[in-house]
Structures are given as structure tokens and as C-alpha cells.
């Protein structure tokens, strides 16, 4: 990827990786992504802002090359290696650079690299560190996505580098987000997968830049943002506690009972006017699920039986669920067993971290019948009843 201006004096020299399928060996980035890595150029220092993972380096290395200048300060807003993949290399190439950056993430990088202790120049929260002309000021911002992250705003040009933070997993050639639609369905998709356990911190860390006035927003992944103000506002709304009224529906079937019973209460929750939405385990992307699981207010379960417990299949995704915390505040279990099923606790117990009230289970022996299909209006009565 080339060098490409934003302002004057700040460049984006980051890397833009096609091809990269998978994060985390467990998140799907189905459009790839970027590692984003600013310049920021004063009448006196250079700063470079974050780096790239280290599979991008000689990307990187040579945009640093192509802008020519000296760097004076890396910036390191999160340690995790897709950002700090490439700092070694840098101060390779500019062995006077010092570190910059916070005392968790001087800690983190410790414990990845090997780094003395003279590398580093330690912040405060809110310290400012002056360029000459251009003053990048440090806000510290937790769990946005690991303790150490923070944000950097260049007060000149009011942009901030938030790192994490707003970003979005998208090979783009674009520079910025070509429209909201676009960035709705990235911006979201990443929060669910990256951002959604720390909702109660994305809360305060909104407050704490609602201070800052922002013309554009440049995250480490995906295109940088010209509409500060609306992407802002989509975090607000994800991090409340309001929910919609959605059900969202994993399911697992395996000789069709449960699937019988996934087709006739989607029916039903659609005939009461609920919005619905089912997802195949066997045969989702389970990124489209976890992004369905920001704004919904209730989580239909549905599987068979396996030698007592939930379907695997169904299992594993509760399992990721629990740990991603979604702000559900309603969910029911359904399903079918052979000759016995312990499923229901099972389920219970793999959803701890979430505080859900339950609907009435529905586990039924072999294929369902009228008195089945009653208890699943039963179900749906008790879930619109919620809505209302
Ligand atoms: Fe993109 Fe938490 O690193």
C-alpha cells in the first residue's frame, strides 16, 4: 500500500491485507483487514503512530522509506501484535525512536519483546507530548480493547487515532468509509466480535473523548471515519442497556425434530408480529450471529440431544456467547431428546456470565406432537409478552 496523505503532515503508511480470512484463529474477517499505522509530522518531531502485524512489516518499512522522514516517536496505543508486530523493526531502522506510550502497554510489550526500559517514555493519562506545530495529546482508554489501550488526538488537526477502538475489519483501497451503510455493517460486526464484552468500559470511554473535538477518527482497522459523529453515536446506542425487541435463534438439528419445532416457532413469532431471526450452526458464519446478538433483546436456543448434552455444535456457541456477553435480557431453550437430556442445565450453566430470564423450556421425546406444538405457542406468547 502506498503512502496517502490525510492532512497536511499526516500520512497513512499502514497495511492493507487481503487475504487474512481469520482472527485470533476464531474470528472470521470475511472482507480481510488492515493494520493501520499513521505518520504524524511536526516543524520539529515525527511520530509514527502504531505499526502493523508482523506478517505486514516490509510493507510498512517501505512507506516509511518512500516518506523519508526520521522518526522521532512510535506510539504504541495497545500492545497487541497486529499493532506492535513491527516496532522492533522500526527502532531497527531508527534506533534513537523512543516508545511512547502507557504503563500497562510498556508492560505488555515487555513481556512480548525485548525492550529496555531506556526505550520507553512513560505517559500520564492526558499527557501531551509536543511535535513543534502538532501536539498529540494521550487519553487512556481500557478495554478497547485489552487494559493497556489508549487513544491519541492530534489537537491541530482533530483527529484522533483510536486504535481498536471504532474499527472495522475491511480490506478496503478507500481511505475513508464510503458511506454509512457500509461502515453500519463492518463497524458493527467488529464491536460484537471484539468490543462487546467490555460494554460497561466503552460506556465511560465514550465519556471520557466526548470532550474532544473530532474531525475524523483513524482506527487501526478499516478506513478511516469522515463522520466522527455518527459512528460515536452507534457505539452509544450499542453500549446501552436498551435492547430491541428481536429474537435471534442458533439452532441445531440433526433427524429434523428440532427443526420442526425451529420452523413452527419461527411461524409463530412472526404470526405475533416479533421480528425473528433464525441462524443454522451447521451452516453459519458465525460472525452474522454474533453481530445479530448486539441489539437483540431475547435468544432462542434450539437442539438435539447428544449423549445427554446440547449438540456440540449448539455448545460451542454458547460457550462463545458467554464470553462475548451480549446485553440479552430474555432467552428460552428448545429441543429434542431420544430417551433422556440434561440439556437444559447444561445450557444454564454455559450462559453464567449472562443475566437472562428464562422463558419455559420445550425439550420434547422423539418428533413433536400437538401437545408439543402448544407449549411452543406457549413460548411464543411468553416472549411477546415481553415485548409489548
Ligand atoms: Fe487490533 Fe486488539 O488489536
Partial sequence: MAVRAIKKGIYAVGAIDWDRQLFDELIPTPQGTTYNSYLVEGSEKTALIDTVDPSKTSNLMDNLEETGLKIDYIIANHAEQDHSGSILAVLKKFPDAVVVTNPQCKKLL????????????VLEDGES?????KTLKFIFTPWVHWPDTMVTYVEQDKILFSCDFFG???A???LYAPDAALLLVYAKRYY????????????TNLQKIDNLDIEIIGPSHGPLISNPSE????????????????????YVSMHDSTRIMVDYI????????IEVKPFNLSKVEIGEL????????TLVMAAPTVLTKPHPLLAQTIYLINLLRPKLEYGAIIGSFGWGTMMEKEIKELLSNLNIEYHETVLIKGIPEDKDFQDLNNLADQILKTME
Fill in 231 to 250: 459512528i460515536i453515536k452507534l457505539y452509544s446506542m450499542w453500549v446501552s442497556d436498551e435492547t430491541l425487541p428481536q429474537v435471534i435463534l442458533p
Fill in 172 to 174: 478496503t483501497s478507500q
Fill in 168 to 170: 472495522s475489519h475491511l
Fill in 266 to 273: 419461527v411461524e409463530a413469532l412472526i404470526n405475533r408480529g
Fill in 129 to 133: 507530548i509536543s511535535l513543534g506545530d
Fill in 290 to 297: 454474533l453481530t445479530a446478538l448486539v441489539d437483540a433483546s
Fill in 110 to 121: 515487555k513481556s512480548f519483546f525485548q525492550f529496555s526500559d531506556e526505550k520507553f517514555h
Fill in 192 to 203: 460484537a466480535e471484539i468490543m462487546m464484552p467490555f460494554r460497561p468500559m466503552i460506556k
